[in-house]
């Protein structure tokens, strides 16, 4: 089965910048659409930024333009640089792999990380 870890999460102020990176084992990492989702307190699960075999991205309104989606076939690991962040930023991040990857994922099941905590707050 896929394993997923993610990393990189932490307290930062607004304003500043985060690179989360979530490693993958148990599939084929090259053949797989990578998306990195976020879960605040009591909401659900949402899409924030998507990246394609080959390598087309997509990113929610919300983060569009602050955030950068990207991925590292070799390592087999996709990473997620945030940049200009704001306290509606906190939330757990995840990341996923499969095809469709929906929008809001209201109830996760099946191959999930742990997630890594993001808390923008001065």
């Known amino acids: 089965q896929v394993q997923l870890v993610e990393s990189g999460g932490g307290l930062v102020q607004p304003g500043g910048s985060l690179r989360l990176s979530c490693t993958a084992s148990?599939?084929?990492?090259?053949?797989?659409?990578m998306g990195w989702y976020r879960q605040a307190t009591e909401q659900q699960r949402e899409l924030v930024a998507s990246?394609?075999?080959?390598?087309?991205?997509a990113y929610s309104d919300s983060v569009k333009g602050r955030f950068t989606i990207s991925r590292d076939n070799a390592r087999n690991t996709v990473f997620l640089q945030m940049n200009s962040l704001k306290p509606e930023d906190t939330a757990v991040y995840y990341c996923?792999?499969?095809?469709?990857?929906?929008?809001?994922?209201?109830?996760?099941?099946?191959?999930w990380g742990q997630g890594t905590q993001v808390t923008v707050s001065s």
């Open positions: 996923k792999a499969g095809s469709p990857l929906p929008r809001i994922v209201a109830e996760p099941r099946g191959s």
């Open positions: 148990g599939i084929r990492f090259g053949t797989f659409n």
């Open positions: 990246i394609t075999i080959g390598s087309s991205t």
